[in-house]
T-cell receptor, first 117, second 112 residues
């Protein structure tokens, strides 16, 4: 299957700093990328959907100014957690899909664990 | 709205034991059902799926049957191996595995 990578795999930062997480599709062009968040012992929750070259669509309750998403190329999307606070500590997972059609399978990255001190 | 509930882990088994991980769902319409597996350090991978009632998905010795009457999609394997140690996610969505709603995940640990 197609491979999606994330970097970094783990990050620890101080409260108030910003953290950028990268999501890359390694062997296909990802027109659409998704960002999920997972709290311990809870489900993956979709945060936002981004299509290359356009603004991301955020799910209800997700602050777009807090979680900046950039999908500037067909192989890279970034999630920036701005002015991070301890409550932002979580596991962030991206996935990527070739094309915008919902009948194409999405492939998941390994996730990034963010800890905000 | 849609929701998926799966048993909390960790589930710890000895090699060659029988595995069941329960999953139940609530949904509007006729979703497809999925099991994803996440091995340490890797992304979620689609393990198996079923797209309509009474369908059985199977892969790598794992099976799950789409039971509309009990709104369940329990994952089973007759004889687990150490290499099956991973986190398993039950999910529902459209046929292609999009618009997914996930369960909380169940960690399986298989001891030699």
């Amino acid at each position: 299957g197609a491979v999606v990578s994330q970097h970094p795999s783990r990050v620890i930062c101080k409260s108030g700093t910003s953290v950028k997480i990268e999501c890359r599709s390694l062997d296909f062009q990802a027109t659409t990328m998704f960002w999920y968040r997972q709290f311990p012992k809870q489900s993956l929750m979709l945060m936002a959907t981004s299509n290359e070259g356009s603004k991301a669509t955020y799910e209800q309750g997700v602050e777009k100014d807090k979680f900046l998403i950039n999908h500037a190329s067909l192989t890279l999307s970034t999630l920036t957690v701005t002015s991070a606070h301890p409550e932002d500590s979580s596991f962030y997972i991206c996935s990527a899909r070739e094309g915008a059609q919902t009948y194409n399978e999405q492939f998941f990255g390994p996730g990034t664990r963010l800890t905000v001190l | 709205g849609n929701s998926v509930t799966q048993m909390e882990g960790p589930v710890t088994l000895s090699e060659e034991a029988f595995l069941t991980i329960n999953c139940t769902y609530t949904a509007t319409g006729y979703p497809s059902l999925f099991w994803y597996v996440q091995y340490p350090g890797e992304g979620l991978q689609l393990l198996l799926k079923a797209t309509k009632a009474d369908d059985k998905g199977s892969n790598k010795g794992f099976e799950a049957t789409y039971r509309k009457e009990t709104t369940s999609f329990h994952l089973e394997k007759g004889s687990v191996q150490v290499s099956d140690s991973a986190v398993y996610f039950c999910a529902l969505g459209n046929n292609a595995g999009n618009m997914l709603t996930f369960g909380g995940g169940t960690r399986l640990m298989v001891k030699p």
